[in-house]
């Protein structure tokens, strides 16, 4: 078990600059302003380049997320779901998300707001037509022939199963080398292929990408991945993306010599830990079982696969949602990605186009949105969940900044509530019972008034009272009520006046 420091030493420790005039013990000792950038990303699912633009100008950036996941922007089939991002026909960077140049003007105007840009990248196939067709820009596919790009000889015939579709997960061959869902996997191992690969990567680099997703990488040898990637410029963010299942012989682990990788096993614990109310183990400190160590990890709560499938939570489910996400967002656990997409009834029903086919640009404003606003009845399909811009959501991202290097204490559990300190910097409460709860979570904040940033949204550089809950932390304890399902949080700067 960890040692609980003496009081407030931490937050002194960091003190630079002194901020004069603040009432009450809560006078912070750090100018805020001096906070670095957070490591929270947003993944805008289906979001046009020139929309994740003005999103990084009027939300993603000033809300201190560091950066953003877009989703593929090779020119694609021709299709109306959204998953026609996932089947590539050619080098081009054209897509029903935008042009080369609204490309390259998102990555330049999210860098100018402090976001970096990821780019998924599509490397272990191409289309699963089996007609020849025009893609997206006007190019000319068939299944196996991307002329100028690939031909038949660059792509894994597997001969293991009837179809060469990938039937058995527990074969490492299969699930490597045979199609996924029909789609014409590419001979990685070929130096041909390699160069095209890294060609396609460089060219998102060179257009401003700081980094890729590389989509499906548990059916590209992680030895294949490694030598595409290290040919990329220094200081190319990579993050593969590995379904973990105990099942199957291909690991995570695999992936991290090279990169971080999408830690799946965090979301699947995290809400039947909650219910069972281990999550106040202070076992789970830092590193946890049966998950990549937390420096490779890249955690979410859903993504866009997730939404449509395993998922125990996702915006639909409102406060629990937001409990799920702050949890995420206060914990010590490896990099946090927030989820961000569409309301849809169909799984495969693409974001809404104008009448050229183009995806529709919506902004999400910074206010006057959340899990009331949005719930399950009050968006229709193709309306934008705004999850980043909820108030809750980027109050939280801006306590994770105040919180960053601090240790996470273990946690105290009242009935079904249960709550932790990030020493000296914040505390976090929840309540996923179905009655009232009342908890006291250890903290060594200064005594004083807080805002709880979960019911009022961000508190730095905002004047005025609490548009929240008020917190109060007295004799070594924040003492927090929570109504059934609820989540409060405050951290060393959210004083109320
Ligand atoms: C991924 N990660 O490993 C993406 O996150 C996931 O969204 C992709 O699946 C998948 N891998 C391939 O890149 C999606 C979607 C599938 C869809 C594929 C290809 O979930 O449903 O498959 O993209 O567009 C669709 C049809 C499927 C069909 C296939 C080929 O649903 O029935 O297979 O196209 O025509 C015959
Ligand atoms: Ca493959």
Not at 118 to 127: E, K, L, Q, Y
Not at 368 to 393: F, K
Request: charged share 20%; hydrophobic share 45%.
């Amino acid at each position: 078990m960890r040692r609980r420091a003496v009081a407030a030493a931490s937050a002194a420790t960091v003190g630079a600059l002194l901020l004069g005039g603040c009432a009450g013990a809560g006078e912070p000792v750090v100018d805020p302003s001096t906070l670095e950038r957070g490591d929270v990303g947003v993944q805008l699912f289906q979001l046009p380049w020139t929309a994740v633009a003005q999103e990084c100008e009027r939300v993603i950036g000033p809300a201190g997320y560091g950066w953003v996941l877009v989703s593929p922007a090779q020119e694609h089939i021709v299709a109306e779901p959204w998953w026609a991002s996932y089947q590539p026909v050619s080098a081009r960077i054209e897509s029903r998300l935008g042009t080369r140049a609204e490309f390259a003007e998102m990555t330049a105007r999210c860098a100018a707001a402090g976001v970096d840009v990821i780019a998924d990248a599509v490397i272990n196939h191409m289309s699963g037509r089996d007609q020849p067709s025009v893609g997206w820009a006007g190019s000319p596919y068939s299944h196996f022939e991307y002329p100028g790009l690939f031909d038949d000889g660059d792509f894994h015939h597997c001969g293991l199963t009837a179809d060469d579709d990938i039937r058995d997960y527990t074969s490492r061959e299969q699930v490597q080398s045979c199609e996924l869902v029909n789609l014409a996997d590419l001979d990685t191992a070929s130096p041909h292929v390699r160069e095209r690969i890294v060609a396609l990567l460089t060219d998102l680099i060179d257009l401003g990408a700081a980094g890729v997703r590389i989509d499906a990488a548990k059916h590209i040898p992680a030895d294949d991945v490694a030598a595409i990637v290290g040919a990329l410029p220094d200081g190319t963010r990579v993050i593969s993306e590995v379904i973990r299942s105990a099942r199957e012989p291909i690991a995570p682990e695999e992936y991290t010599a090279f990169g971080e990788v999408f830690e799946f096993q965090y979301a699947r614990d995290l809400w039947p830990q909650l219910e069972s109310g281990l999550l106040a183990d202070p076992e789970l400190d830092g590193d946890r079982p049966a998950h990549v160590p937390s420096s490779a990890a890249v955690v979410f709560i859903d993504n866009h696969d997730t939404e449509r499938g395993e998922a125990d939570l996702t915006w639909r489910d409102g406060d629990a949602y937001v409990m799920a996400v702050a949890l995420m967002l206060a914990d010590d656990y490896g990099t946090p990605v927030v989820y961000s997409g569409y309301a849809f009834s169909d799984r495969d029903a693409g974001a809404p186009t104008d009448a050229a086919g183009r995806v529709l640009g919506t902004v999400c404003t910074g206010d006057a949105v959340g899990p009331a606003a949005s719930g399950a009845a009050a968006l229709e399909d193709g309306d934008r969940t705004c999850v980043h811009a909820w108030p809750q959501i980027r109050g939280m991202v801006e306590l994770r900044r105040v919180a960053a290097g601090a240790d996470r204490l273990p946690g105290v559990v009242a009935g079904d509530a249960f709550g932790f300190e990030r020493e000296g910097r914040a505390v976090i409460a929840v309540n996923p019972g179905t009655e009232p709860a009342e908890i006291a979570v250890p903290t060594s904040l200064p005594d004083g008034r807080y805002c709880d940033v979960i019911s009022g949204g961000p508190r730095i550089g905002v004047d005025g009272p609490c548009t929240g809950a008020v917190i109060e932390v007295a004799g070594g304890a924040a003492r927090i009520a929570l109504a059934a399902g609820a989540t409060a949080a405050t951290h060393r700067f959210a004083t109320a006046p």
